[in-house]
């Protein structure tokens, strides 16, 4: 577009641009027959072009005719005229430049070809038309004047357009259209062009066949970030994506995948997004803050010429195939917000305004950037308490990634010694850590390559995999919510969440270029998806939130000195810490129940072998795993304070443990047959003898779930 000029008017040309706007079809006069008004004479076959032409006078010899002429509608030819409005595409643009518009003029079959949004090449020739828009006086806007009665004859006594009258034909102007004989869709590279080019053929194969592929499409891809492997994964499978389904009702399954990326200043998100947006020849690359719901969806906006309402295309219609890359997400209003819902899971955008309905394709992906709340990620705090957004949005996320600028010796050295290359030489080639193994047209071949070629299915396996899978991450947040813990997911596991798992196992299974979804690819897929949705850093837990009087002694130590006064520092306890502790005290009991149960089915005896374990001997055999951790009598008072702590909390605050009561503990301890009463006289002197619940016996909660360490 930026090269078309007066000098190739006439030529048959091909141009390729991006539709931002379409206009009505509209019925156009091209051969006109007109009837003389005084004499009747038919005047057919009157061409007319772009304006409405009547005859220069009658054919008749006798008749001196030339202004007053019927229109013969029933004799004239009409044929359906549409005009588009077509942008300069990304990909093409120079940087820094706005981009070129140009109209397009299509008639006949040609119309109701192209839709916002999408790619078109048209071919045919560069017209000029007149500019009817310029014609009106600096201020006064153009508009139709009805016929009015006045006393001065050459007042506003006439039809016509208004803040005309002082301008000649002098000031009349034109502006270039293109007048399209054909359209074809688009397509950057198409895959009977890639086999075609035995290079390109032989270039894709190699890679297919490259152990570590995926390890060197993420660094190819990103070779000037350093770190964050996960982000580079989940980004390059989004390129790939999943397969679009479409159901029998007709519903369509979205195969795109969404993500979005929170973190520090200065952790290279907007790198991430330039880099996508240089890469992908369909991307889009705008700021939350400076964009507004119609922006991003569609726009309806009032022609110049015909004061009618037309749909502008927006970002999201812009990226259509693509992706579009929002930076600032959290800085959008609220309502902006809203807009993009229906975008983001079906895929379409509904437009009803100023009489127009509409629904149209915004077939994208999103990947997102947004800044904590306070300017830096709060681990003290959980991640929808981090960002500006609404759950809705949250959810429709497939991958959430947190980067924290976390000081660390051999990653700051890295990441500088990377800035300082950069910096210092000229080109890539000439740094060691930016040579790549493939270039970015290696990579854009083959992702077209296998999204053409490749759409692969689930396995019986992988069904069963995924499922399992999904119902582990599923228990996981119903035994937080049962307990009362805080949950650890940045969102809530819902179904949105078993979808993505499904597509970013499709997309990883299209990188391999295979058919079938394996275990590994699912496994690969759980993997990605619980760095991003189930990490979350915690803060430390307060042990004297649940206050039980209790007093370090034992039996078997002896301490002479004064007793050790436990301050809220020293009850606090890290959140891995915790889990591990919580993970040996279940796996103890949940050994010993079963111990205890292989053992009352095999024993003959009538005696009800007592549930659980006894708190002492609980915390005794915690001890004796950490006695390598322990090195003084001081150290092992305040191991066991912790421990005992520890238990309180998971009794009475998590609820991850049951401890029977004394009452409950004499009717499991002895049947009807063995009851007697030396056993209750020795149960209460034991119960008497233990203020502190030693003696009592601890269970785990049935409905618990025990986490990954």
Not at 247 to 265: A, F, H, Q, S
Not at 575 to 600: A, C, G, I, P
Request: hydrophobic share 35%; aromatic share 6%.
């Amino acid at each position: 577009l930026r090269n078309l000029n007066t000098s190739k008017m006439g030529m048959l040309i091909r141009i390729t641009g991006q539709v931002i706007r379409t206009y009505p079809v509209h019925p156009e006069l091209v051969s006109a027959t007109f009837i003389c008004s005084d004499c009747q004479m038919v005047c057919p076959d009157v061409e007319q072009q772009f304006r409405f032409t009547q005859p220069l006078m009658c054919r008749n010899p006798v008749c001196n005719n030339r202004v007053h002429f019927a229109l013969d509608l029933t004799r004239s030819r009409f044929v359906d005229f549409q005009k588009v409005r077509i942008q300069e595409s990304q990909s093409e643009l120079p940087h820094g430049n706005i981009p070129r518009c140009l109209d397009i003029i299509m008639r006949n079959e040609c119309v109701e070809q192209a839709k916002p949004g999408d790619r078109c090449d048209f071919i045919g020739t560069l017209i000029v038309l007149p500019d009817v828009s310029q014609l009106s006086m600096p201020g006064v806007r153009a508009e139709s004047a009805q016929r009015t009665q006045g006393s001065d004859d050459k007042g506003y006594n006439a039809e016509g357009v208004r803040g005309l009258k002082a301008l000649g034909v002098r000031d009349l102007t034109y502006h270039l259209a293109f007048l399209a004989c054909h359209i074809t869709p688009a397509e950057q590279t198409n895959i009977e062009t890639l086999l075609n080019s035995d290079s390109k053929k032989k270039r894709i194969e190699t890679m297919m066949t490259d152990k570590n592929l995926f390890a060197n499409l993420r660094t190819s891809l990103f070779p000037t970030i350093y770190g964050n492997d996960e982000i580079k994964s989940g980004i390059l499978l989004m390129l790939f994506g999943g397969v679009p389904k479409r159901t029998m009702e007709k519903t369509t399954l979205r195969g795109d995948i969404n993500i979005c990326i929170v973190g520090d200043p200065s952790t290279a998100k907007s790198q991430f997004l330039k880099q996508v947006a240089e890469f992908s020849p369909r991307a889009v690359y705008t700021s939350g803050k400076a964009s507004t719901a119609a922006g991003l969806t569609a726009a309806v906006v009032k022609d110049e010429e015909s004061s009618e309402f037309v749909i502008e295309a927006g970002a999201l219609m812009l990226a259509d195939n693509g992706v579009c890359c929002i930076d600032e997400f959290d800085k959008m209003d609220p309502k902006d917000q809203v807009a993009i819902h229906e975008a983001m899971e079906q895929q379409t955008i509904s437009i009803t305004k100023a009489g127009i309905k509409a629904t149209l394709n915004a077939r994208t992906s999103i990947l997102a950037a947004a800044n904590p709340i306070a300017g830096r990620y709060d681990k003290t705090r959980s991640l929808r308490h981090n960002v500006n957004m609404t759950a809705p949005i949250m959810s429709r996320f497939d991958l959430f990634f947190i980067v924290i600028d976390e000081c660390n010796d051999v990653t700051d050295y890295n990441i500088a010694e990377r800035i300082i290359d950069l910096h210092t030489s000229g080109t890539r080639s000439s740094v060691p850590s930016l040579v790549t193994s493939y270039t970015f047209n290696d990579i854009r071949d083959y992702i077209t390559y296998t999204k053409a070629a490749v759409q692969p299915k689930l396995t019986s396996s992988a069904k069963e995999h995924i499922i399992t899978l999904y119902k582990q991450l599923r228990l996981r947040e119903t035994s937080s919510s049962i307990t009362g813990r805080i949950s650890s997911s940045s969102t809530p596991i819902t179904v949105r969440q078993l979808e993505s798992l499904i597509r970013l196992s499709e997309a990883i299974a299209k990188m391999y270029c295979q058919e079938d979804i394996d275990i590994k690819h699912v496994q690969e897929a759980y993997r990605l998806l619980s760095k991003a949705i189930i990490h979350v850093d915690q803060p430390d837990i307060d042990l004297n939130e649940y206050n039980r009087s209790t007093t370090i002694t034992d039996e078997n130590i002896e301490i002479e000195q004064e007793p050790i006064i436990t301050t809220k520092e020293e009850m606090k306890i890290s959140v891995d810490e915790y889990k591990r502790l919580t993970n040996m005290m279940v796996y103890q009991l949940r050994k010993m129940d079963e111990e205890q149960e292989t053992e009352s089915q095999t024993s003959s005896s009538t005696t009800i072998i007592m549930p659980g374990v006894k708190r002492r001997e609980l915390i005794n055999w915690v001890l004796e795993q950490l006695a390598d951790e322990i090195n003084s009598l001081d150290e092992l008072a305040r191991k066991k304070a912790t421990l005992d702590k520890i238990i309180d909390r998971l009794v009475h605050v998590d609820e991850i443990l049951i401890q029977l009561d004394k009452r409950t503990i004499s009717q499991f301890g002895v049947t009807t047959e063995t009851k007697d009463s030396t056993n209750v006289e020795q149960q209460e002197d034991e119960d008497n003898e233990d203020p502190e619940g030693n003696n009592l016996y601890l269970i785990v909660h049935p409905n618990y779930v025990a986490e990954d360490q």
